[in-house]
Every structure is written in structure tokens, then in C-alpha cells.
């Protein structure tokens, strides 16, 4: 029996194997996701005060749909001889979605970065969240004032004094002008302090130093700086982009037998954008890679991607948020207004789960121009 191969059990690994699912219909074809986690991690929802609820059990949307899940790591792809190694054991394929995910750039030679907590990982937020547990008025530094960090720091603020750090001279350089102001100013709400052009460079018990020597109390040290692709994109492509993923044409196609979705997919979002390692690109992604990995084994014409429009929900704590459209992220909604389409945002990104006629409806929805968003 043909096989389909899925790595990774994210947004885009999950959505792979509902795509191949719907690919496959009827036809005598296998489709096993590879991961080692129980749990689809919500990771958009990480900084939220409890990051176990940000979490759906694999099997409920896996079961339904006739995808079996190896519970492994993969720690080889050999694309010669179209096999995987996922916890000592060989799983031969047929054709292979790479949807391996990213991770946080850990940094290098800091002094004290085991002490640093980040919020990467359901792990990770766990480990924050039972640190400062029953906390009040604590002291907590976050390194990085992009959109994880901006998310972190305004959150942490609930509850301590918070003092966000950048390299760069303004606060989320990359997400443009556009809602600079709107964040400058829930920060100032929120009084959240800020130290920019600099960054951190060590990491005591209860202090952290500045590059100008500074010192700081610091409960707890929070680093957002940074994403790279799985180092498993390497075993696919030698040409890398400068996040580690792997070039892909409009069917998602790396090589011959190999698809690549998600984080670890260098595809074009239009002529002059290439997709962000975000979940709104990952769900796409996946489902059009999967999708297209169980058609070319089924002779079923494969599909583009097509994805929606490019949106930025950024939470602000308790100055709301702040909701954008295009590439040059125009401010449609901020504040309370703001707020009420994150948490709509948020509750739409739950995959359904226990119903598979539900679960291929969703697979088979790639773009998607929600209502909700305002134009």
C-alpha cells in the first residue's frame, strides 16, 4: 500500500494529514503523522496565563480521519531511498510533508542563559507560568520587542513590572510603522519600560545586566529573540533561505517525492512576499501539502496555494489589542475592538476534532477571508 509520510504534529503537520485524508477519500491509501507530542500546541496562544489550555489532543482530530500517529522524533530523512528514522525505527514513504516547525534561536555565549525562560514551547510556558505562580508585583525583563515579545511583556504586566529590551532603536521594527503608535502607547497603559539599542548580557539569580552595564532585578528573564527553521530542512535542500527553510514551487513541492509545509516552507505568498512562520500560513500550508502529497500518488490534479489575505492580531494585555491588514499593516481595530477579534481569532484557530466529515470540510477550506476581520 502507497504511503504518505507527515513530520510534525503543529498546525501544518496536523492539517497535513487532514489534507491527505481528504485527498485520499475512498482509495487504498496509508497516511501516518510522525511526532512525539500527544498534543496539537496552540502556540500563538502561549503567553496566555495558562498554557495548558492552549492545547487539543492529536487523536481527536487523527482517529476520525484514518491517520495513524507514530508517537517518535525523526532524526534522518533519506530522500535516496524515500525513508525516514523516527525513534530507531524505519518508516519507508512514499511521498513526505516536511512540516517540522521552528524553533527559538537560543543565544550564544551568554553568561547565565540556562536561567533565561521563554514561552517557544508548551514546556517553555510552563515553566514561566509555575515560576511566578501566586507572584505579585514581581520584576521580569523581556528580551525582544517583536511580536512574541510584545505579547510576553503586556502580559507579564498583569500582574509585575516589566521591562522590555531590544536591540533595535524602536519596538516591533518589524511589524513596521503602522501600529507603532498604537503599541507605544498600551505599553505607556500598561507601564511597561523599555530600554532600546541594547540588549542582555548576563543572567544572575534575581538580576540581569544590560550591554551598558546596567544591572536589573529581574524574577524572571523572558527571551523572544529569534526563529529558525527545523534542522531537519537540511536533510532535504542544501539551498536554504535565511531562516533555514526550504525552497518550495506553487504546489508546495521541494523535491520529486518530498512536500514541505509550515515553518519549514520557503513558499511565495504573492510576487513579493514570501509566507511568515506563523499559524495563518501553516494551516494553509498544510493543508495544501498534504492534500497534494496523497493526490500525486492518487493521480488527482494537485492544488496551488492560494492563501488569504495576510492579517496581525497582536495582544496587548490590558490595553486590548491591535488588528491589521495587508503587508503594510493598516490598523483596522485596536483597544477593546481590537481585543474582541483576537479572542475570535484565537478560538478560530482550534481545529475541530472528533467529527471527520468536520475536520475534511475544514482541510478543504485553504483560503479563507474571514468575515469577522474588519476591512
Given at each position: 500500500m502507497a504511503h504518505v509520510v507527515i513530520i510534525g504534529g503543529g498546525f501544518a503537520g496536523a492539517w497535513g494529514a487532514a489534507g491527505a485524508a481528504l485527498a485520499r477519500g475512498d482509495a487504498?491509501?496509508?497516511?501516518?503523522l510522525i511526532a512525539p507530542n500527544e498534543?496539537?500546541?496552540?502556540?500563538?496562544r502561549l503567553y496566555e496565563p495558562e498554557p495548558d489550555l492552549a492545547t487539543v489532543e492529536l487523536r481527536r482530530i487523527l482517529e476520525p480521519i484514518g491517520v495513524e500517529h507514530l508517537r517518535a522524533t525523526v532524526s534522518t530523512i533519506d530522500?535516496?531511498?524515500r525513508v525516514v528514522v523516527a525513534g530507531g525505527e524505519q518508516v519507508r514513504y512514499d511521498r513526505l510533508v516536511l512540516a517540522a516547525g521552528s524553533k527559538l534561536v537560543a543565544p550564544q555565549g551568554l553568561p547565565g542563559a540556562e536561567r533565561l525562560f521563554d514561552i517557544d514551547t508548551l514546556d517553555g510556558a510552563r515553566r514561566l507560568t509555575e515560576h511566578l505562580r501566586g507572584r505579585e508585583g514581581y520584576s521580569a525583563v523581556v528580551v525582544g520587542a517583536g511580536f512574541v515579545g510584545l505579547e510576553a511583556a503586556t502580559a507579564l504586566a498583569a500582574r509585575g513590572r516589566v521591562l522590555l529590551v531590544d536591540r533595535?532603536?524602536?519596538v516591533g521594527h518589524q511589524l513596521g510603522p503602522g501600529p507603532r503608535e498604537h503599541i507605544e502607547a498600551a505599553l505607556d497603559t500598561l507601564g511597561v519600560e523599555r530600554r532600546l539599542g541594547?540588549?542582555?548580557t548576563r543572567v544572575g539569580d534575581g538580576y540581569a545586566v544590560l550591554g551598558d552595564g546596567t544591572t536589573v532585578e529581574a524574577d524572571a528573564v523572558v527571551w523572544s529573540v529569534g526563529m529558525r527553521a527545523s534542522e531537519l530542512t537540511r536533510q532535504v535542500s542544501g539551498r536554504l533561505d535565511l531562516l533555514g527553510r526550504v525552497p518550495v514551487d506553487r504546489w508546495l513541492r521541494a523535491l520529486p517525492e518530498v512536500f514541505?509545509?509550515?515553518d519549514t516552507a520557503?513558499?511565495?505568498?504573492d510576487a513579493e512576499h514570501t509566507v511568515m512562520q506563523a499559524c495563518q500560513h501553516a494551516t494553509p500550508?498544510?493543508?495544501v501539502a498534504g492534500y497534494n502529497a496523497a493526490a500525486d500518488l492518487l493521480g488527482v490534479p494537485l492544488r496551488e496555494f492560494t492563501p488569504g489575505p495576510y492579517v496581525t492580531c497582536l495582544d496587548l494585555g490590558g490595553a486590548g489589542a491591535i488588528f491589521t491588514r495587508g503587508w503594510d499593516r493598516r490598523v483596522m481595530a485596536s483597544g477593546v475592538d481590537g481585543a474582541a477579534v483576537k479572542k475570535r481569532i484565537n478560538q478560530h484557530i482550534h481545529p475541530p476534532v472528533d467529527d471527520a466529515a468536520k475536520i475534511l470540510a475544514a482541510a478543504d477550506r485553504v483560503y479563507i477571508d474571514l468575515p469577522f476581520f474588519p476591512r
Amino acid at each position: 500500500m502507497a504511503h504518505v509520510v507527515i513530520i510534525g504534529g503543529g498546525f501544518a503537520g496536523a492539517w497535513g494529514a487532514a489534507g491527505a485524508a481528504l485527498a485520499r477519500g475512498d482509495a487504498n491509501l496509508r497516511v501516518t503523522l510522525i511526532a512525539p507530542n500527544e498534543h496539537l500546541v496552540l502556540r500563538p496562544r502561549l503567553y496566555e496565563p495558562e498554557p495548558d489550555l492552549a492545547t487539543v489532543e492529536l487523536r481527536r482530530i487523527l482517529e476520525p480521519i484514518g491517520v495513524e500517529h507514530l508517537r517518535a522524533t525523526v532524526s534522518t530523512i533519506d530522500t535516496g531511498n524515500r525513508v525516514v528514522v523516527a525513534g530507531g525505527e524505519q518508516v519507508r514513504y512514499d511521498r513526505l510533508v516536511l512540516a517540522a516547525g521552528s524553533k527559538l534561536v537560543a543565544p550564544q555565549g551568554l553568561p547565565g542563559a540556562e536561567r533565561l525562560f521563554d514561552i517557544d514551547t508548551l514546556d517553555g510556558a510552563r515553566r514561566l507560568t509555575e515560576h511566578l505562580r501566586g507572584r505579585e508585583g514581581y520584576s521580569a525583563v523581556v528580551v525582544g520587542a517583536g511580536f512574541v515579545g510584545l505579547e510576553a511583556a503586556t502580559a507579564l504586566a498583569a500582574r509585575g513590572r516589566v521591562l522590555l529590551v531590544d536591540r533595535s532603536e524602536v519596538v516591533g521594527h518589524q511589524l513596521g510603522p503602522g501600529p507603532r503608535e498604537h503599541i507605544e502607547a498600551a505599553l505607556d497603559t500598561l507601564g511597561v519600560e523599555r530600554r532600546l539599542g541594547t540588549t542582555v548580557t548576563r543572567v544572575g539569580d534575581g538580576y540581569a545586566v544590560l550591554g551598558d552595564g546596567t544591572t536589573v532585578e529581574a524574577d524572571a528573564v523572558v527571551w523572544s529573540v529569534g526563529m529558525r527553521a527545523s534542522e531537519l530542512t537540511r536533510q532535504v535542500s542544501g539551498r536554504l533561505d535565511l531562516l533555514g527553510r526550504v525552497p518550495v514551487d506553487r504546489w508546495l513541492r521541494a523535491l520529486p517525492e518530498v512536500f514541505v509545509a509550515g515553518d519549514t516552507a520557503a513558499a511565495a505568498f504573492d510576487a513579493e512576499h514570501t509566507v511568515m512562520q506563523a499559524c495563518q500560513h501553516a494551516t494553509p500550508l498544510g493543508k495544501v501539502a498534504g492534500y497534494n502529497a496523497a493526490a500525486d500518488l492518487l493521480g488527482v490534479p494537485l492544488r496551488e496555494f492560494t492563501p488569504g489575505p495576510y492579517v496581525t492580531c497582536l495582544d496587548l494585555g490590558g490595553a486590548g489589542a491591535i488588528f491589521t491588514r495587508g503587508w503594510d499593516r493598516r490598523v483596522m481595530a485596536s483597544g477593546v475592538d481590537g481585543a474582541a477579534v483576537k479572542k475570535r481569532i484565537n478560538q478560530h484557530i482550534h481545529p475541530p476534532v472528533d467529527d471527520a466529515a468536520k475536520i475534511l470540510a475544514a482541510a478543504d477550506r485553504v483560503y479563507i477571508d474571514l468575515p469577522f476581520f474588519p476591512r
